[in-house]
Nanobody
Framework: QVQLVESGGGSVQAGGSLRLSCAVM?????????MAWFRQAPGKEREGVAW????????YYTDAVKGRFTISQDNAKNTVSLQMNSLKPEDSAMYYC?????????????????WGQGTQVTVSS
């Protein structure tokens, strides 16, 4: 049974930074899979933020976070991180990591098989 465990959320003022981490726990029979971060604000749909392909390190960011957020991997620890800089109040949301055991990645939430429990990010103005 694979579990995703997020950490690193919290409260910060606009312009500040936070780093989220997602640990992949359990047996994984491949080193090549997709990891993504999604977020969901109250009253809004869950939206994609970024993904990384662990097999080669390719990444993708949605326009709203491009240039401010960085997704990275630590293969030795089976961990994916999201460094968030220049945070804005509109970045406030519950952030979820997700995994997809495929070699091509997507920002479509329906394509992800495993989800973490979420970690709250609050940015005040």
């Amino acid at each position: 049974q694979v579990q995703l465990v997020e950490s690193g959320g919290g409260s910060v003022q606009a312009g500040g930074s936070l780093r989220l981490s997602c640990a992949v726990m359990g047996y994984i029979d491949s080193r090549r899979y997709c990891m993504a971060w999604f977020r969901q604000a109250p009253g809004k749909e869950r939206e994609g933020v970024a993904w990384i392909y662990t097999g080669g390190g390719s990444t993708y960011y949605t326009d709203a976070v491009k240039g401010r957020f960085t997704i990275s991997q630590d293969n030795a620890k089976n961990t994916v991180s999201l460094q968030m800089n220049s945070l804005k109040p509109e970045d406030s949301a519950m952030y979820y990591c997700a995994a997809r055991w495929r070699s091509w990645c997507t920002m479509s939430r329906d394509e992800y098989n495993f989800w973490g429990q979420g970690t709250q990010v609050t940015v005040s103005s």
